[in-house]
């Protein structure tokens, strides 16, 4: 078994991968919501399972960058959780599993995963589907919005929080997900996808400190 923790964006999501490949996902979106839910989600879908922590694989966590409070939240959680058990526990990169959740066809794509930062801001990485497989095409960074809408391109993909902001011309033909598109489920997708392994990292979760949205960055950034 599987159980997964999104909680990095206004969407609190927790899933779990039980026998025979299915996915159960207790899911809310809003303010304030994380604090409330993350622990009782987790013990729901557990008592749902008739199944305890040490029974788990693995736990997976999108580890961010992402707001604050989500992030510090899901990773108390999940220390609590953890603490005293033999249970692996995994981070995968907020960005990557946004775009790993998108329903993929033959056809190649690019995919921008952007979250919501400020002003006129959005926190950015680019993704490339070939057809096969998922891949990085760029490293995370603070772009201006009018930087992101110059590299949109026909039939793009935009993914995320924030993304409302962008002038998308209704001829390049773009899909966007906003918040509706984000989901622990997408953690378990990306850690079923064998070439996407490497890119889990094995973590220790007495240690562990998300990866906060960079505000010097975002604050260096001719605001």
Not at 47 to 58: F, G, K, M, P, V
Request: charged share 25%.
């Amino acid at each position: 078994m599987i159980l997964a923790i999104e909680t990095s964006t206004p969407v609190c999501s927790i899933a779990l991968e039980v026998a025979g490949g299915r996915i159960w996902e207790k899911r809310i979106e809003g303010h304030g919501v994380h604090s409330e839910q993350t622990f009782t989600f987790i013990e729901e879908l557990m008592d749902r399972s008739n199944a305890t922590i040490e029974e788990l694989d693995a736990v997976l966590f999108s580890g961010g960058p992402g707001s604050y409070t989500g992030l510090r939240i899901g990773a108390s959680a999940i220390k609590g959780l953890l603490f005293g058990r033999d249970v692996s526990f995994y981070t995968f990169p907020t960005l990557f599993s946004f775009a790993a959740g998108i329903k993929m066809d033959e056809r190649s794509r690019t995919i921008f995963s952007v979250i919501d930062a400020r002003r006129q801001h959005l926190y950015m990485q680019k993704f490339t589907w070939n057809g096969v497989e998922l891949k990085p095409a760029g490293e995370p960074k603070v772009a201006e919005v009018t930087e992101i809408e110059a590299q949109l391109s026909k039939r793009d993909t935009v993914i995320g929080t924030g993304w409302e902001r962008l002038e998308i011309k209704r001829e390049l033909k773009i899909t966007t997900y906003g918040t509706e598109g984000i989901s622990a489920k997408s953690l378990i997708k990306a850690w079923n996808q064998s070439y996407l392994k490497p890119f889990f990292k094995k973590t220790d979760a007495k240690s562990f400190e998300p990866n906060y949205l960079n505000m010097a960055q975002i604050n260096n950034s001719n605001l």
